[in-house]
């Protein structure tokens, strides 16, 4: 269980006490080298949360996504030169509205753009 000591009230715009949160979860890594100079790697993280708070108006917290998956590709070209790519999909975000009563929405999932970088060693 986690206990933090303060946030930010939607509807005061000032910093209170919480009570009590709790964050469950499981992160699964994959990864493999289907080549000498290759290597693949994915993940997905799943996040259970809970606002436990006694007289809370929510159920969970806002911007927790509770799917992530991620891709990656590792890979060297030889002669020191180095190449990176990757992709994150991120689903189930709730956020809550600022006037009362308090209602609660699902952001729209997304999926970050491609990622890549290529690197060259100096000798």
């Known amino acids: 269980m ?3 000591s303060s946030k930010k009230n ?3 715009d000032r910093f209170e006490n919480n009570q ?3 964050f469950r979860g499981i992160e699964l890594t994959g990864e493999t080298r289907p080549w000498e100079r290759l290597r693949l790697r994915v993940r997905y993280t799943h996040l ?3 606002d436990r708070s006694s007289g809370s108006e929510i159920d969970e917290l806002q911007y927790r996504p ?3 998956v991620s891709f990656e590709a590792f890979t060297d070209f030889g002669y020191g030169f180095q190449g ?3 992709l994150l999909h991120v689903a189930d ?3 809550y509205s600022r006037q009362e009563p308090v209602q609660k929405a699902q952001l729209d999932n997304f999926t970050l753009p491609l990622q890549s970088h290529k690197t060259s060693r100096e000798s």
């Open 2 to 4: 986690w206990k933090t």
């Open 10 to 12: 939607r509807l005061t």
């Open 20 to 22: 009590e949160y709790r």
């Open 48 to 50: 259970d949360n809970e």
């Open 66 to 68: 509770e799917n992530k």
């Open 84 to 86: 990176y790519l990757s």
């Open 93 to 95: 975000q709730f956020f």
